[in-house]
């Protein structure tokens, strides 16, 4: 069309001109001068026509390609071919701004899409390694080398790079250079680093920060400098990298504090009922494995002596005993005060759990140096076993409890397994305690008095309360039963009132029968001494009844003074101080026995 409509309109204008030339030659045409002059004026605009016709047209083109072409753009497809070449030749400085134009939207769609990508890496709490990676994807520009040197945390000494080697991306620790924390917070080091590397000249670097301390650096190396749109992306990248750093940062914190013990660094109570439901519910048919409760003894008198600094060193340095001989194959955890927790598996044998609890009872009894003094605690260890004792958390609790329990009972510083024998003792003490705070409520507890003969005066002139009990249900039950599961329970100290009751109603009897009298005594627990208060509560209870001081004695064994001295000290300094008499039963049979001191 372009050639017919230019061979066209020259036709036109060669015509015309013949025509004029034929007038000026021939004057005495046939045709009037004027009516010549018209038609080459006529045949001469009719070739200007088709040439500005043709020209019309070529800019008709030109308008629908720039407009197909925007129209591509506006649906994000920019996968079409450069304008330039396609307009007229009048119009290509156009072409060229409309491609710039193309190009720029293309990068600035690509960078928002790539930061859009890693802010929902970053919103969904995905690891570092993840962010990382996509964030050194959109840091790739042409004839230039991106890298990143960072730290994974602020205290941390190492640096890694991460880099593209073609392809494939690179993960290396840098090692060559001063990693002292004080050169770690200073760019320059970082750029050191990254020439080093690239082995190419450093053009631009991005400081990268977590919780406002530099950590790292989005570094660009080569031999061109970078465009405006590439400086912006690369740094709205190393902010990107430096929030997903803080929040990393932040929720490892929290998951830290809320799944470890601050004191030890072990896992809490928490972690370990998680760690314990999830390994029971993923746990093969036939895998093995047992829970282990630990509870430290004599760790109290080391707490009260020398104070909780001096606790906290010694729970630290059983924390880290018990890693030591454990930690390698067994998850720890601190279930709270002085209590431990262990969880093992792939293990059946008796003799192999056996072996553990003596390894770490023999750790832990080892004396431990706290500031200027030297202290020992022992360790009770209860041991229950999946699946032969149970397949749930609350059933393996219960029972490696049940079993630590028995083995503090029995002797201390051992260990037991759990068995049926104390599943029944078990659902006895249950049964006892039920019954037991029934019958203190209903005061169905009896109190007997056990005449005392004074052999100088061949007379009885004293008694000592004794509590007594027989259930309807369960019959008569032994006061070492029923005193025993009262202490596990505190219902020691709701029957304390009964007893007083007792005394008082025994000695005004007495008194109206004027008989001689000089003290009526009653059992204390050392559970009830080691309770802050208990003397003035006891105090408070004989002043109610008006029972006088005097004629009160408090009987203690022994083995009260093993445990909380300088609390059963105090308790025992207001009573005397009140006028109650303290005496020591059953001497002999506790600590100073000759077994004990064998």
């Given at each position: ?210 919780d406002r301390s530099l950590v790292g650096a989005l570094c660009v190396s080569g031999h061109r400098q970078m465009t405006g749109s590439e400086v912006k992306r690369l740094s709205d990248l190393a902010d990107r990298l430096s929030v997903a750093l803080t929040n990393i940062n932040r929720a490892e914190n929290l998951y830290q504090q809320a799944n470890h013990d601050s004191l030890t660094g072990l896992l809490n109570r928490r972690a370990f009922e998680d760690s314990l439901r999830e390994r029971l519910a993923k746990r093969p048919e036939n895998e093995h494995g047992f829970v282990l409760f630990i509870d430290l003894d004599g760790f109290k008198k080391v707490n009260d002596t ?293």
């Amino acid at each position: 069309v372009r050639v017919l409509s230019v061979m066209a309109g020259v036709c036109f204008l060669l015509v015309g001109a013949v025509i004029v030339a034929l007038i000026m030659l021939h004057e005495s045409s046939h045709a009037s001068t004027a009516q010549l002059i018209l038609a080459a004026a006529s045949v001469s605009l009719g070739g200007l026509a088709t040439l500005l016709l043709w020209q019309q047209h070529t800019l008709q083109k030109s308008a629908a390609v720039c407009v197909k072409q925007l129209k591509s753009i506006i649906r994000g497809d920019f996968g079409i071919k450069p304008l330039d070449g396609q307009l007229a030749s009048a119009h290509q400085e156009l072409a060229l701004h409309i491609d710039e134009v193309v190009d720029l939207l293309y990068e600035s769609l690509m960078t928002r899409d790539s930061m859009a990508d890693i802010d929902h890496l970053i919103l969904s709490g995905a690891k570092l390694n993840e962010v990382i990676s996509r964030s050194l994807s959109a840091a790739r520009l042409d004839a230039l080398t991106s890298c990143l040197l960072i730290r994974s945390e602020t205290e941390s000494v190492q640096v890694k790079l991460h880099a593209f080697n073609g392809d494939k991306p690179v993960e290396k620790v840098v090692s060559q250079f001063d990693m002292s924390g004080k050169s770690l917070s200073d760019m320059q080091t970082y750029r050191r680093m990254a020439e080093e590397q690239s082995r190419e000249p450093l053009v631009d670097s991005y400081p990268i920060e977590c919780d406002r301390s530099l950590v790292g650096a989005l570094c660009v190396s080569g031999h061109r400098q970078m465009t405006g749109s590439e400086v912006k992306r690369l740094s709205d990248l190393a902010d990107r990298l430096s929030v997903a750093l803080t929040n990393i940062n932040r929720a490892e914190n929290l998951y830290q504090q809320a799944n470890h013990d601050s004191l030890t660094g072990l896992l809490n109570r928490r972690a370990f009922e998680d760690s314990l439901r999830e390994r029971l519910a993923k746990r093969p048919e036939n895998e093995h494995g047992f829970v282990l409760f630990i509870d430290l003894d004599g760790f109290k008198k080391v707490n009260d002596t020398e104070g909780h600094e001096a606790g906290d060193l010694l729970l630290s340095g059983v924390a880290n005993r018990l890693l030591g001989v454990l930690g390698s194959n067994h998850l720890i955890a601190r279930l709270g005060g002085d209590e431990f927790g262990v969880i093992g598996t792939g293990e059946k044998r008796t003799e192999a759990i056996a072996g553990c609890c003596e390894r770490a009872i023999e750790a832990i009894t080892q004396p431990m140096t706290v500031g200027n003094m030297e202290h020992s605690v022992g360790a009770s260890i209860g041991v229950a076993r999946f699946p032969e004792d149970g397949e749930t958390f609350d059933e393996l609790t219960t029972k490696a409890d049940s079993a630590m329990y028995h083995a503090k009972k029995t002797n201390g510083s051992c260990f037991a397994f759990f068995d049926e024998g104390l599943r029944e003792e078990g659902k006895r003490k249950a049964l006892v305690e039920r019954h037991l705070r029934r019958a203190i409520d209903e005061h169905t507890l009896k109190v007997f008095f056990q005449p005392k003969l004074n052999v100088e005066r061949s007379c009885v002139d004293s008694a000592e309360a004794l509590l007594r009990w027989r259930d309807p249900t369960l019959g008569e039950i032994s006061p070492t039963e029923f005193i025993a599961v009262a202490e596990e329970t505190g219902l020691v100290h709701d029957m304390l009132s009964l007893i007083v009751d007792g005394i008082a109603a025994m000695l005004q009897e007495w008194q109206d029968s004027r008989l001689p009298l000089r003290s009526i005594a009653l059992n204390v627990s050392p559970r009830q001494l080691m309770r802050h208060g208990f003397a003035l509560s006891l105090l408070s209870l004989l002043d109610g009844k008006q029972v006088a001081h005097e004629l009160v004695e408090v009987e203690v064994t022994e083995t009260v003074f093993a445990n909380d001295m300088y609390q059963v000290l105090s308790e025992v300094h207001i009573l005397r101080m009140a006028g109650i008499k303290v005496a020591l039963d059953d001497f002999g049979t506790g600590y100073s026995s000759l077994n004990m001191l064998r």
